[in-house]
T-cell receptor, first 114, second 115 residues
Framework: GAGVSQSPSNKVTEKGKDVELRCDPISGHTALYWYRQRLGQGLEFLIYFQGNSAPDKSGLPSDRFSAERTGESVSTLTIQRTQQEDSAVYLC????????????FGPGTRLTVT | AQSVTQLDSQVPVFEEAPVELRCNYSSSVSVYLFWYVQYPNQGLQLLLKYLSGSTLVKGINGFEAEFNKSQTSFHLRKPSVHISDTAEYFCAVSETGGSNYKLTFGKGTLLTVNP
């Protein structure tokens, strides 16, 4: 079946602009995660959605970052007033509630802020 | 909070040689442990995981890892590598409690298999 998809695959933006990144999880997966991977670093947890429960936003680095998810489908990660330090690969993952320890990752969106 | 250290950023090996990718973790609570692989231009894929039970865990593509609680390690091994194993490998940890969905990753080890 189809895996996790993300769009765009690459995004170049100017400092100060807003960007929106999209994630389509695997159908039937109730849990969705966003991670950030800066150059030479490991993945950093950003946010977790589980069904209709309140999301765990504890990893969002600043109030310029926000994410939404409608039900158990698409999620968008929005970064407002982008800064150069926001340049990274943003990865989305999804999992079944029961097997939520196995996360399935998308290919990521490479964001470059100039 | 947990942290993961992957001691080698790059490991070059020849085809059919054995390989060990090292991972050490730090945590004040019990943990689950994972190895993920990222092939070029692809998303991360789960190789194997340790949740409980036998400390020797077997995964896909002939890889295995051993959980050593006293040494807080979870090293990944393969007895004979192929060119197709060239990829970046990430070790990850999560707590066993209610926030077990929150993975903490190491910086990755780039395995390059040469002919």
């Amino acid at each position: 079946g189809a895996g996790v998809s993300q769009s765009p695959s690459n995004k170049v933006t100017e400092k100060g602009k807003d960007v929106e990144l999209r994630c389509d999880p695997i159908s039937g997966h109730t849990a969705l995660y966003w991670y950030r991977q800066r150059l030479g670093q490991g993945l950093e947890f950003l946010i977790y959605f589980q069904g209709n429960s309140a999301p765990d936003k504890s990893g969002l680095p600043s109030d310029r970052f926000s994410a939404e998810r409608t039900g158990e489908s698409v999620s968008t990660l929005t970064i407002q007033r982008t800064q150069q330090e926001d340049s990274a690969v943003y990865l989305c993952a999804s999992s079944r509630r029961q097997g939520r320890l196995e996360q399935y990752f998308g290919p990521g969106t490479r964001l470059t802020v100039t | 909070a947990q942290s993961v250290t992957q001691l080698d950023s790059q490991v070059p090996v020849f085809e059919e040689a054995p390989v060990e990718l090292r991972c050490n973790y730090s945590s004040s609570v019990s943990v689950y442990l994972f190895w993920y692989v990222q092939y070029p231009n692809q998303g991360l894929q789960l190789l194997l995981k340790y949740l409980s039970g036998s400390t020797l865990v077997k995964g896909i593509n002939g890889f295995e890892a051993e959980f050593n609680k006293s040494q807080t390690s979870f090293h990944l091994r393969k007895p004979s590598v192929h060119i197709s194993d060239t990829a970046e490998y990430f070790c990850a940890v999560s707590e066993t409690g209610g926030s077990n969905y929150k993975l903490t990753f190491g910086k990755g080890t780039l395995l390059t298999v040469n002919p």
